[in-house]
């Protein structure tokens, strides 16, 4: 029972470079999401899907790319990393509207 | 985008106290869902509620919903310390899910 898998889980990168984060979901869920979490600030949506081939803006998707192009994976892309993108970053996943989410257990990302 | 009010954002209880974390929002919500992370793990679902009124309970845990659909609250009852971490609500709208920030729950032994 993998549920939902999040690699890497730890990864320190100097500011400018770039970096993907893999999120790997097992449920065959249709939808997926990428949040960041920050001291005080809860869970920010960054991006997310609605199916496979599909992606859609959220919160705070600036500095973000993603890429959803298999059913069961959710890429996470910073193109040029920034000491503000360092944060903790989840992985989600749900069956259908108002099914609760899954979460990975995320990765810890510092930029210097 | 969808505000979520969560209070209080830290609470420190003994143990068997009773502990109550509040969400608000200015506009009535289709549904609201309840997380519960431990430190240094990620959030895990408690509960949906979505109807006006609702009240739904797991063993010391009481939810509810409120009448006008723009408030919900958690309550536990006699905390145990298995009951650390941060509870935080959730709204879903426009296909995006809005977070309230949590409410930090430390119990004192």
């Given amino acids: 029972n993998a549920g939902v898998t999040q690699t890497p889980k730890f990864r320190v990168l100097k500011t400018g470079q770039s970096m993907t984060l893999l999120c790997a979901q097992d449920m065959n869920h249709e939808y997926m999401y990428w949040y960041r979490q920050d001291p005080g600030m809860g869970l920010r949506l960054i991006h997310y899907s609605v199916g496979e081939g599909t992606t859609a803006k959220g919160e705070v998707p600036d500095g973000y790319n993603v890429s959803r192009l298999k059913k069961q994976n959710f890429l996470l892309g910073l193109e040029s990393a920034a000491p503000s993108q360092t944060s903790v970053y989840f992985c989600a996943s749900r069956d259908s509207i108002l099914q609760p989410q899954h979460f990975g257990d995320g990765t810890r990302l510092s930029i210097l | ?109």
């Avoid at chain 2, 009448?67 to 009951?83: C, F, G, P, R, V």
């Fill in chain 2, 1 to 109: 985008g969808q505000q979520v009010m969560q209070i209080p954002q830290y609470q420190h209880v003994q143990e068997g106290e009773d502990f109550t974390t509040y969400c608000n929002s200015s506009t009535t919500l289709s549904n609201i869902q309840w997380y519960k992370q431990r430190p240094g793990g990620h959030p895990v679902f408690l509960i949906q509620l979505v109807k006006s009124g609702e009240v739904k309970k797991q063993k010391r845990l009481t939810f509810q919903f409120g009448e006008a659909k723009k408030n919900s609250s958690l309550h536990i009852t006699a905390t145990q310390t298995t009951d650390v971490g941060t509870y935080f609500c959730a709204v879903y709208t426009g296909n995006q899910f809005y977070f309230g920030t949590g409410t930090s729950l430390t119990v004192i032994p």
